[in-house]
């Protein structure tokens, strides 16, 4: 079973620019989920699609964030314009389940490395 | 005061010795208790989840809860090099049968020296 697909790995960027990144889920699964993990510290939930419904999305700045979900399968993040505080890692992950069970698990792509300069 | 504290470490072991990792979390109502591993410029892949306090057991892996002290802990016995990397806990919520978001600790970075 193919794992989360993330593109690209790696991107460098100046401020106030723009960026996007692509995520395709495991095959099958109904929820995908966009993480922020700044340097040392854990992964923070910015959106949660269920198929291509958005669950939560509480913590998305949503003033420089757009994030959606293709038909229910592909999923792209934005950033715009990029601020210095958004360098991270952006992770994309995918479970299973619409509504995710207590044991429904939450498999991680690669990430994206993002760097504003 | 963070919902779910951890140390960052570094912690470095030798090949061989028994590894303890810890969380602590304040809030009362996390139900399921996850220790996820991260490995340099990969995502996190799940270890092993738990639901109650006691311990659950997978081969060198012992996940402990104790909700009365709301701290979490990993022991990994016979620790490998292979077990080099960082080891985030997190948790959730339960609501109605159905899982909450995840929060994370910021993650433990372990290295074992052969």
């Known amino acids: 079973e193919a794992g989360v697909a993330q593109s690209p790995r790696y991107k460098i960027i100046e401020k106030r620019q723009s960026v996007a990144f692509w995520c395709n889920p495991i095959?099958?699964?109904?929820?995908l989920y966009w993480y922020q993990q700044i340097l040392g510290q854990g992964p923070k939930l910015l959106i949660q699609?269920?198929?291509?419904?958005?669950?939560?999305d509480s913590q998305l700045p949503k003033d420089r964030f757009s994030a959606e979900r293709l038909k229910g399968v592909d999923s792209t993040l934005k950033i715009q314009p990029a601020k210095l505080e958004d360098s991270a890692v952006y992770l994309c992950?995918?479970?299973?389940?619409?509504?995710?069970?207590?044991?429904?698990?939450?498999?991680f792509g690669p990430g994206t490395r993002l760097t504003v300069l | 005061q963070k919902e779910v504290e951890q140390d960052p470490g570094p912690l470095s072991v030798p090949e061989g010795a028994i590894v303890s990792l810890n969380c602590t979390y304040s809030?009362?109502?996390?139900?399921?208790f996850m220790w996820y591993r991260q490995y340099s410029r990969k995502g996190p892949e799940l270890l092993m989840y738990?639901?109650?306090?006691g311990n659950k057991e997978d081969g060198r892996f012992t996940a402990q809860v104790d909700k009365s002290s709301k701290y979490i802990s990993l022991f990994i016995r016979d620790s490998q090099p292979s077990d080099s990397a960082t080891y985030l806990c997190?948790?959730?919520?339960?609501?109605?049968?159905?899982?909450?978001?995840?929060?994370f600790g910021k993650g433990t970075k372990l290295s074992v020296k052969p």
């Open positions: 809030n009362s109502a996390f139900q399921y």
């Open positions: 992950a995918s479970s299973k389940e619409m509504v995710a069970g207590p044991t429904d698990t939450q498999y």
């Open positions: 997190a948790m959730s919520v339960i609501y109605g049968g159905s899982q909450g978001n995840l929060i």
């Open positions: 095959s099958g699964h109904a929820t």
């Open positions: 699609f269920q198929n291509n419904g958005v669950v939560d």
């Open positions: 738990t639901y109650s306090s």
